[in-house]
């Protein structure tokens, strides 16, 4: 089993940065493949990007690529994910989601956090 809780989110304009984190409870999370992915209004949940058990390989959908960082520390049970110059498009809540492997976290994740709000304002 894994908890997982996300912080971070909050209102920003557009251009500016925000670090969400991803606080996980369980003993399995540093053999976790690890991701994000965000909702908007209206649309379905989309991914955003997703990380192996060891931080050595990453994914990320190809609109954020460029802009968005993920990263974890093991020893801290977090996962976290830098965003940088934020769009009004960019404004969703945002989801830290776990699975045993980088193929099923980036499509059918076992474990799902509440959610954090980011708000891009123009």
């Known amino acids: 089993q894994v908890q997982l809780v996300e912080s971070g989110g909050g209102l920003v304009q557009a251009g500016a940065s925000l670090r969400l984190s991803c606080a996980a409870s369980g003993r399995t999370f540093s053999s976790s493949a690890m991701g994000w992915f965000r909702q908007a209004p209206g649309k379905e949940r989309e991914f955003v990007a997703a990380i192996a058990w060891n931080g050595g390989s990453t994914d990320y959908a190809d609109s954020m690529k460029g802009r968005f960082t993920i990263s974890r520390n093991n020893a801290k049970s977090t996962v976290y994910l830098q965003m940088n110059s934020l769009k009004p498009e960019d404004s969703a809540i945002y989801y830290c989601?776990?699975?045993?492997?980088?193929?099923?976290?980036?499509?059918?994740?076992?474990?799902w956090g509440q959610g954090t709000q980011v708000t891009v304002s123009s």
């Open positions: 989601a776990a699975a045993r492997t980088m193929g099923a976290v980036s499509t059918t994740p076992d474990y």
